[in-house]
């Protein structure tokens, strides 16, 4: 004769109070379902208002929600926006990082990771969409998706063909907390290998503020006097950080 599965006390549904996590989550223990319209109730808000209606806590709720069904999430979110400072930045913080938070495990990762991925595409593909000197704020934004919260300086390129639409957006170099090595023949020779007429150089700084460094504008002006005898303009440099970003066109700097 079968044995009638155990029912948390106060439960008239096993599989709906189940109190196990799912794979890849840990730290939590769950016997009621309290926590249910708390999740309807916040996601009824979002689809009234929106992200801009929610602190950043209730948002990362809503990307927990899908890793953890059968839990309370509300003090997770809350931890992972103490530890890291905004939403933004648990998205984008490493694993290794991430781990260290109880209750976080691979399924809540993976969760993270779709989402920065996924904001990174979408920039990226609105400026693929026309070109890139006509659309400026849109440049600013895939940039600062893709590089801002970062926690080790990369070195990215923006190829551009002679109408200036955006032919390849490449990571060429990744680096330390602090710097990262360019070689300025190098990206002129990638450049020539992608056939781009321009170029749009950018790089993070992890440390959030994104004035640019002498380093920085030395390294600028050396990647211009070796592009442009060979047709090819440098548009910009752009420095991203948490804080903002820096233009050294903008800043009359090259």
């Known amino acids: 004769m079968a044995r009638k599965k155990a029912t948390p006390e106060g439960c008239a549904d096993p599989e709906g109070c189940q109190s196990d996590p799912p794979p890849g989550v840990t730290g939590f223990s769950e016997t009621t379902s309290h ?7 916040l996601r009824d808000r979002f689809r ?8 950043d806590y209730e948002l990362l709720e809503l990307v927990l929600f899908r890793a953890v069904p059968r839990a309370d999430v509300k003090p997770l979110a809350k931890a992972l926006v103490d530890r890291f400072g905004s939403f933004a ?15 976080v495990g691979d399924a809540i990762i993976t969760e993270f990771k779709v989402i920065g991925a996924a ?3 979408v920039t990226r593909e609105r400026l693929r969409a026309r070109p890139v000197l006509s659309s400026w704020s849109a440049v600013i934004a895939h940039c600062r998706a893709s590089m801002a919260y970062a926690e080790q300086e990369q070195f990215r390129i923006l190829f551009l063909d002679k109408r200036n639409q955006l032919i390849l957006d490449e990571v060429q170099q990744r ?3 602090d710097h990262t090595p360019v070689y ?8 020539l290998e ?5 170029l749009i150089l950018v790089h993070n700084h992890p440390s959030g503020d994104p004035t640019p460094s002498n380093a920085d504008i030395q390294m600028t002006k050396t990647i211009i006097d070796v592009a442009k005898p060979l047709g090819i303009e440098v548009h910009d440099h752009i420095i991203v950080g948490k804080d903002g970003h820096a233009s050294l066109k903008g800043l009359r700097l090259i």
């Open 35 to 41: 926590f249910v319209g708390h999740r309807e109730r």
């Open 48 to 55: 009234l208002g929106g992200a801009d209606a929610m602190p």
């Open 89 to 103: 930045e648990v998205i984008t913080a490493s694993p290794g990082r991430l781990r260290e938070v109880k209750g």
């Open 119 to 121: 904001v990174e595409r």
């Open 175 to 177: 680096g330390t907390v």
């Open 184 to 191: 300025p023949r190098e990206v002129v020779k990638r450049a």
């Open 194 to 198: 992608v056939a781009a007429s321009a």
